[in-house]
């Protein structure tokens, strides 16, 4: 069973930036496409960043430009580099394998408001 607890989030002003962490059990990781995905209120769970083992990304067109998706193998650990951060961006962000295993963590919620 994978593991993964989620972090960083927080409230922020449009505009604002949040990095958000993922850190992940077991020695494989360095093998696995990862990924973020967030919810927002009353929406379905959408997949907006990955990163493969080759360290290859690809992000959701909405947040192109603005996201940074990146990994550090050696510590077991996946982020999300947030910049430009628009009030739809608000929701709970989740860690999973880019193909998600059924094992979600608790999230972390960002919420972006003036």
């Known amino acids: 069973q994978l593991q993964l607890v989620e972090s960083g989030g927080g409230l922020v002003q449009p505009g604002g930036s949040l990095r958000l962490s993922c850190a992940a059990s077991?020695?494989?990781?360095?093998?696995?496409?990862m990924g973020w995905f967030r919810q927002a209120p009353g929406k379905q769970r959408e997949l907006v960043a990955t990163i493969t083992s080759g360290y290859v990304t690809n992000y959701v067109d909405s947040v192109k430009g603005r996201f940074t998706i990146s990994r550090d193998n050696a510590k077991n650990t996946l982020y999300l580099q947030m910049n430009s951060l628009k009030p739809e961006d608000t929701a709970v962000y989740y860690c999973n394998l880019q193909d998600p295993r059924p094992y979600w963590g608790q999230g972390t919620q960002v919420t972006v408001s003036s």
């Open positions: 077991g020695s494989i990781f360095r093998l696995y496409a």
